[in-house]
């Protein structure tokens, strides 16, 4: 019976050890995946915000005419620079009532100085220049004339070689080897006609002398400085007021040599009036450069005479900056038309001792193609102004 019993046991350890060898293997439970711990931020400090760099707002420049920019007004000094600059105040004042615009005026120190002022400001000048500095800043950097002087009637002015009254030069042949005495080698008149005429007639002056204006040419005339000097001439007034001969006689060809002069039987009596303002010969008024000196030499006239005239020359100019804006310009050239019919202008440029222009009239480039045959024939530059 315990035998039997074993065996039963036996049989049932063996069965289940079969049974366990042939079930599947247990499957492993899943490894759990830690979960990732997010890493702790550290809190970092806000950037401070950088302001965008500012481009610079361009500032308009100021309107030319502007208090900021005044229009430079520009008088060549061939004669006394005080007169100019109190004439030329009375124009800019005059100008400013009518247009509202600023004006300054100024005198350059020289006839190449004016006009290289033109040229370097080209948007805001003005300038009262003679012919032979009109052809060379037109052709320098495009200043374009818009008006031309007009003196009592004539729309033309000569220049005039003057000499001791009692010395013995009778032509401009005599002149060979003289002492010559002019204002400018930048003045038409004084310097650029005069010359052209020596070079067309074969003289050659000897020493020259630039005395710095026509009155210091009269005056070193007057004194013995030099031996002849060149300035400006105008025709002189008879005594019913009237001009010595007219345009229309002039271009005809009926002004005889002695005309240009007062009447000889007038020249003692030759005195300043009164009131200092005229040189009057017997009612004869003088207004060639001779009369600007009447204050300090009362009888220029019986020390100085003319010993030749030039050819006509076209006259001054009033002309603008090659980039002067049109509008401004228009104003201006209104206004100054409308300044020449007061009386205001005669304390201005109108002045005897002052420019002279009895009025003005419009100009064109064309009308001083003359001039520029001058500067050809002798090949004067700015550069030689200067010299």
Not at 192 to 214: K, N, Y
Not at 326 to 332: G, M
Request: hydrophobic letters at 40%; charged letters at 20%.
């Amino acid at each position: 019976m315990k035998r039997s019993m074993s065996l039963i046991l036996a049989v049932t350890v063996i069965a289940t050890m079969l049974l366990a060898a042939c079930a599947p293997a247990a499957t492993p439970a899943p490894t759990a995946v830690p979960t990732a711990v997010p890493a702790t931020e550290v809190p970092t400090e806000a950037p401070t915000a950088v302001p965008p760099t500012e481009v610079p707002t361009e500032v308009p420049e100021p309107a030319v005419g502007s208090p900021e920019h005044p229009i430079k007004v520009l008088f060549v000094p061939s004669v006394d620079a005080n007169i100019i600059t109190t004439g030329g105040q009375v124009m800019a004042d005059a100008l400013n009532k009518a247009t509202g615009l600023t004006f300054e005026v100024s005198v350059p120190t020289s006839y190449a100085a004016t006009i290289e002022e033109m040229c370097a400001s080209p948007t805001d000048t003005m300038a009262f220049i003679p012919g032979l500095g009109y052809a060379l800043a037109s052709q320098l950097c495009g200043v374009d004339v818009a008006f031309k002087a007009v003196r009592y009637g004539y729309p033309v002015y000569w220049a005039e070689f003057i000499v001791a009254r009692d010395s013995e030069y009778q032509t401009l042949a005599d002149l060979e080897g003289a002492k010559w005495g002019y204002g400018d080698v930048g003045s038409t008149s004084g310097y650029m006609v005069p010359l052209v005429m020596f070079q067309e007639q074969g003289i050659t002056p000897g020493e020259t002398v630039q005395t710095g204006g026509h009155n210091q040419t009269v005056t070193a005339v007057y004194n013995g400085e030099v031996d002849f000097g060149t300035v400006f001439y105008s025709v002189p007034l008879n005594a019913e007021g009237k001009s010595a001969f007219s345009f229309e006689d002039y271009e005809a060809g009926k002004v005889t040599d002695d005309m240009y002069e007062i009447p000889e039987e007038s020249i003692a009596n030759c005195a300043p009036d009164a009131e200092g303002k005229k040189l009057l010969c017997d009612g004869w008024r003088v207004l060639d450069a001779r009369a600007n000196i009447r204050a300090e030499a009362p009888d220029v006239m019986q020390k100085v005479r003319i010993l030749a005239i030039s050819p006509a020359i076209p006259n001054d100019t009033m002309s603008f900056g090659p980039e002067f804006p049109a509008d401004v310009r228009a104003q201006i050239e209104a206004a100054l038309i409308a300044f020449a019919e007061t009386e205001d202008w005669a304390n201005s440029i109108g002045s005897n001792d002052f420019y002279g222009w009895s009025g003005i009239l419009p100009a064109t480039d064309a009308e001083y193609d003359f001039v520029r045959q001058m500067i050809e024939a002798t090949g004067l530059t700015l550069e030689g102004l200067g010299q």
